[in-house]
Nanobody
């Protein structure tokens, strides 16, 4: 199966930057898309940014112009560069991959364990 491991979260002051990384490992035939979601206390999990194999990206309106998603397909890794962070960006950030472990498997969602991002002075 596919395992996702995130890193890069932490505490940062408003206006600061963080870079999240998510590496996929295990049995991987293909990864169709990778992305980042976040969940703040008392709120539903929401899409932050996603990137397909073809290079298409999409972002939540709240992060456009501040966050940048990128992928290294050779390393099965996705990154999220977060700039101009705001207190409302505070949440647990989860990595998601839509992947096929083996050639004959259907694509399904895989999730990381989450990494905490706290924006506070």
């Amino acid at each position: 199966q596919v395992q996702l491991v995130e890193s890069g979260g932490g505490l940062v002051q408003p206006g600061g930057s963080l870079r999240l990384s998510c590496a996929a490992s295990g049995t991987i035939f293909s990864i169709n898309a990778m992305g980042w979601y976040r969940q703040a206390p008392g709120k539903q999990r929401e899409l932050v940014a996603a990137a397909t194999n073809g290079g298409s990206t999409n972002y939540a309106d709240s992060v456009k112009g501040r966050f940048t998603i990128s992928r290294d397909n050779a390393k099965n890794t996705v990154y999220l560069q977060m700039d101009s962070l705001k207190p409302e960006d505070t949440a647990v950030y989860y990595c998601k991959a839509i992947a096929r472990p083996r050639r004959w498997d259907l694509s399904r969602d895989y999730w990381g364990q989450g990494t905490q991002v706290t924006v506070s002075s």
